[in-house]
């Protein structure tokens, strides 16, 4: 249980973690979801009956194969115009500390946390990720530089993403923790490039990620990005998050 609580609550999840420290912190890789489970074992030993922190209340994944089998196919790509950002996006510019008393689990609240999304990016950002007066996104794919989500352990940022229709955030290393709430939560995927893809596609670029092979395709320039495979985390966020795939997977009462 507490292995768990750990997992739903990103400030247990290292006694060397504050607040203070996470601008400095090492940023996240692909390879930070196998620390959850260094041991190897199954999610059932992970999972409790604690209950969840955030509901996700809709759907944000594209290309889903409906099953009721938490081994069934999971989403397989993603598709449409990106936004795109540099290094050093930080929570309080996703989501900004105002708006932190909307309540995930109240779905018109969860829906106005999408129009907060990456409102506090500075000025220099002429496009705005949510259009004022609309509660979701045009870009389903944000493609950001290095330490995406550094900051506070709030969980609204990823929320606030997936609650604005993003599907997917394409960055070159994420914050820890903005890694493990967007899988803990189900929200958006964390996907690593292989290269630094912000500096060669522009918002609005029509992308395309594959998930079963690792690329990321613009097909406004014509190029191609290798992309790290999302691992172990792949099921979890399609589920809709570690309890829902708990859940699904039976290990805990549905």
């Known amino acids: 249980m507490a292995t768990i609580a750990s997992f739903a609550n990103p400030n247990t999840f290292s006694s060397t973690i504050t607040r203070r420290h996470l601008r400095q912190q090492p940023p996240a890789s692909i390879s930070t979801f196998n620390a959850f489970n260094s041991t190897k074992q199954p999610f059932k030993t992970l999972i409790s009956h604690k209950t969840p922190t ?8 594209a290309a889903v194969a409906a ?11 993603f598709h449409g ?9 930080d929570t309080d510019q996703i989501i900004p500390a105002e708006y932190l008393t909307l309540v995930p689990s109240k779905p018109d ?28 996104t045009k870009y389903p794919i944000i493609i950001a530089g290095d330490n995406f989500g550094c900051g506070s352990s709030r969980e609204h940022a ?5 609650a604005a229709g993003a599907v997917a955030v394409v960055a070159e290393s994420y914050a ?53 495979p999302i691992g172990d985390a792949g099921p ?15 290990m805990i009462p549905a």
Do not use: M
Request: proline share 5%.
């Open 236 to 250: 979890v966020i399609e589920a809709g998050g570690i309890f829902a795939y708990a859940r699904k997977a039976g």
């Open 81 to 89: 115009e990106c936004y795109v950002v540099r290094d050093n996006i």
């Open 176 to 228: 820890r923790i903005f890694f493990r709430n967007s899988v803990a939560t189900g929200e958006i995927y964390p996907l690593e490039s292989e290269v630094r893809v912000c500096d060669e596609c522009k918002t609005g670029d029509v992308v395309t990620i594959e998930l079963e092979k690792s690329i990321l395709i613009n097909h406004t320039t014509g190029k191609q990005y290798a992309l790290k």
């Open 54 to 61: 955030v509901i996700r209340h809709a759907s944000v994944i």
């Open 67 to 77: 099953s009721d089998s938490p081994s069934s196919a999971p989403a397989t790509s």
């Open 158 to 162: 990823p929320v606030a993403l997936g």
């Open 109 to 136: 609240e969860y829906k106005k946390l999408g129009s907060y999304a990456l409102v506090g990016l500075p000025e220099s950002y002429e496009t705005r990720f949510v259009q004022p007066g609309e509660y979701r």
